[in-house]
T-cell receptor, first 112, second 112 residues
Framework: SQQGEEDPQALSIQEGENATMNCSYK?????LQWYRQNSGRGLVHLIL?????REKHSGRLRVTLDTSKKSSSLLITASRAADTASYFC????????????FGGGTRVLVKP | KAGVTQTPRYLIKTRGQQVTLSCSPI?????VSWYQQTPGQGLQFLFE???????NKGNFPGRFSGRQFSNSRSEMNVSTLELGDSALYLC???????????FGPGTRLTVL
């Protein structure tokens, strides 16, 4: 079963615009991670935010986490055509070890 | 550092056969996890191995099994293949728990 739900399912923007996608989850978590996937290839890790953190930045990426609402958002600023991909949030809620539960993903199309 | 490698990249099998997929983690990573990705079910966790022991297991039938060797390389096996096993199988490695996971390019399995 999928713990996370992502919104929107698809997003189409012009190059240079910002893209925002949201992720909601159901249980308490240790951390939440965002990944990018291009055309059915492997997942690329973007950013990890721990349950005691509220915001994190990495280059053009900004992630927020609201544990009281069980939600997270990923903002990509000044988007580029190369940002076209599917973006997934994944939560790690296990008592031990690594076990990610993924959301359904947001398909982002950046038009040049 | 070399990334996570998976072999083979593509595989075509027929129903009833069995298949073994291989994953070599990033050097120094002792945790290896496996995920199945399908259009219908999305990304689902199969199992995780750490120091040759299965540490976490997802909700898959017993036809799906895995193991990890002393050099941290991992294999997963699917016996008595069904059409629904057609999927992209992704392997991920991590240095420790509660940490980012690094994914390989995946093995695309087609069951005819």
């Amino acid at each position: 079963s999928q713990q996370g739900e992502e919104d929107p399912q698809a997003l189409s923007i012009q190059e240079g615009e910002n893209a925002t996608m949201n992720c909601s989850y159901k249980t308490s978590i240790n951390n939440l991670q965002w990944y990018r996937q291009n055309s059915g290839r492997g997942l690329v890790h973007l950013i990890l935010i721990r349950s005691n953190e509220r915001e994190k930045h990495s280059g053009r990426l900004r992630v927020t986490l609201d544990t009281s609402k069980k939600s997270s958002s990923l903002l990509i600023t000044a988007s580029r055509a190369a940002d076209t991909a599917s973006y997934f949030c994944a939560t790690d809620a296990g008592a031990a070890g690594n076990k990610l539960t993924f959301g359904g993903g947001t398909r982002v199309l950046v038009k040049p | 550092k070399a990334g996570v490698t998976q072999t083979p990249r593509y595989l075509i099998k027929t129903r009833g056969q069995q298949v073994t997929l291989s994953c070599s983690p990033i050097s120094g990573h002792r945790s290896v996890s496996w995920y199945q990705q399908t259009p219908g079910q999305g990304l689902q966790f199969l199992f995780e191995y750490f120091s040759e022991t299965q540490r976490n297991k997802g909700n898959f039938p017993g036809r799906f099994s895995g193991r990890q060797f002393s050099n941290s390389r991992s294999e997963m096996n699917v016996s008595t293949l069904e059409l629904g096993d057609s999927a992209l199988y992704l392997c991920a490695s991590s240095f420790r728990e509660d940490n980012e996971q690094f994914f390989g390019p995946g093995t695309r399995l087609t069951v005819l």
